[in-house]
């Protein structure tokens, strides 16, 4: 009686490896279908009208997509994410192929959910680039070139000329023509606000030094990223009452030979304080969840 059982386990093990060599070479196909895109192929749009009716159409690259007032759309990118518009919002559609997906938001307020490899997809606004890194975002732009750009997931990299920002989710930065603000966190409270603002509008020397001394008072565990930002950009500030507070909301260990390297603006030193940063910004698959529809 045994000899029949131990066959029939041995049977059993081929089986098991075909199912699940089946899987594998199931999900490989789904996740080419999902990132393969053939070149210029139209987007679908769903436009929802003042009065409830919805609209199904295609949009071509080159061409622009808008809603009216009382209108909102959703836009399916590729098959990578999806972007819901505001009302009174328009869109040119700049690129889109396999692993590249371009837009242009001329003015109004879009929602973007992606899922996919950093860099896919981004968003033209004025001259800056909005680039994906695995995502949810929400941005915004008026007919100044003014705006927000707020993440909910993963991280987004903002780029105008030279400087960059990665934003990661919970934090925010405005923007216009000359370039992004120091990113703030989405809860900072008033009195954060308000130094940080008075730190980028400060042009004298006393004045700008008041500032800082107020960021770093009034800064809490979630301002680390501003304050993080704000010491890359001007290092020299090390020297001040920054570098101390920033050690305490990172729990680094703050010594006289580290922080003058800092005020040097030397790499090593200020990458060894942002590598405590807790996500790393090109993760985007830990964002699996942003790769299906909000219920």
Known sequence: RRVPRRAARSRRWPRGMAIAAGLLLALAAAWQWRFHWPEGQAWRTDLVQGDGTTVRGRWSRGGEFATGAGETAAVAVARIGRLQLAPETRLRL????????????????????VWAPPGQFGVRSGEADILDLGCAFTLTRDRDGR?????SSGWVQYELGRQEVLLPAGYRVTYD?????????????????????????AT??????????????????????TLLHLLTRDPALAGGPLYPRLAELLDAPADATHREAW??????????????????????WRQWRDAF???
Do not use: C, F, M
């Open 147 to 151: 705006g927000e750009l707020q993440v």
């Open 94 to 113: 700049i690129e889109t192929r396999r692993g590249r997906h371009r837009v242009a938001l001329e003015v109004g307020r879009i929602e973007a959910t």
């Open 177 to 201: 023509g000359d370039g992004a603000s120091l990113p703030v966190s989405i809860s900072a409270q008033a009195d954060v606000l308000a130094a940080v603002a008075r730190v980028e509008a």
């Open 204 to 225: 004298q020397t006393d004045a700008r030094a008041a500032a800082v001394a107020a960021l770093a008072a009034s800064a809490r565990r979630d301002d680390a990223y």
């Open 263 to 284: 005020a040097r603006g030397e790499i090593g030193a200020i990458n060894a304080w942002w590598s405590r940063w807790p996500v790393p910004p090109k993760a985007w």
């Open 293 to 295: 529809p909000a219920p």
